[in-house]
């Protein structure tokens, strides 16, 4: 039950054994109910089962699951082939995000059997049977699969994520760094914002108005640690806040459940520790 290392998953919880409804404390409007179950292709080899959120906020019912079943001989090995199978030969209503299909773009991230993850990069092999595929946590519903992204963009625009120095190119080549200061960008630059880490926070679903959530806290520290940028001091003035860096309480969700394998608690601590510093 208890995990020594964030790559490492619990062989079991509480909650299995002493399971709490779904929809308990939720309004009828929002609980999810069973939805339509779609019959099994006929002469299926390989078959495997999907459930699957489904809401409209513009149509007249609640959410629901519904019930897929697909060959996985007749689609690709990713949890997102079988849902693209899915649109394209059983319901074409079903909407999610989807676009490099090769774990870079983000898009289609989503809930995958209770953990946040990208759903080309999660085989269908390594599922539950049957996997349960629900939206990012903490995001308003545009429809199913698809979460509104709009606020955690904005805090992304909050950040200003571009190099800012006042010292002009030079002319011959381009701001240079040296192989350790380039390194020190590693863990950092590779974030793709598909915002699994940030759906994932519990800190950021009770103070998303204002904490910027670990996504966005790493793309902040990325330029922190870039020895072209010359405005450490100006960013580190626009994150001391109560609650845009100190509402983290290092739970440590955000590296549990990113697809890249980054840590983004430790660039929130490393950025403490550069504001501590500057304080001394």
Known sequence: MLIRDSSE??????LKRFPVPRSQG??????????????????ARRLRT????????????????????????????????ALIHIKNTVDPTLTFRRS???????????????????????????????????????????KDLVGDQRHAFAQYELIRPWLRADTPAPDAHERLQSPEERARL????????????TS????????GDRFLGPAVLLQAYRWLADSRDEATGERLDELEDPFRLYR?????????TCPKGLNPGWAIAEIKRMLLERNL
Not at 186 to 197: N, S, T
């Open 186 to 197: 590693d863990g950092a630059y590779e974030c793709i914002l598909c915002f699994c880490c």
């Open 248 to 256: 983290c309480h290092t739970i440590l969700n955000c590296t549990r």
């Open 50 to 81: 999907l459930q699957v959120y489904r809401y409209d906020p513009e149509g007249d019912e609640g959410p629901r699951l519904d019930t897929y079943r697909v060959d996985a001989e007749a689609c690709g090995p990713m949890l997102l082939d």
């Open 200 to 207: 994932g926070c519990p800190s950021h679903w009770w103070n």
């Open 100 to 142: 490099c299909r090769e774990g870079v773009c983000g898009s289609c991230a989503m809930n995958i059997d209770g953990t946040n993850w990208l759903a080309c990069t999660r085989a269908l092999t390594e599922t539950d049977e049957p996997v349960q595929v629900y939206p990012l946590n903490n995001l308003p519903i545009i």
């Open 9 to 14: 998953r619990p062989r079991g919880t509480l």
């Open 26 to 43: 939720l309004s009828p409007g929002s609980r999810v109910r069973a939805g339509r179950e779609w019959p099994a292709p006929a002469n």
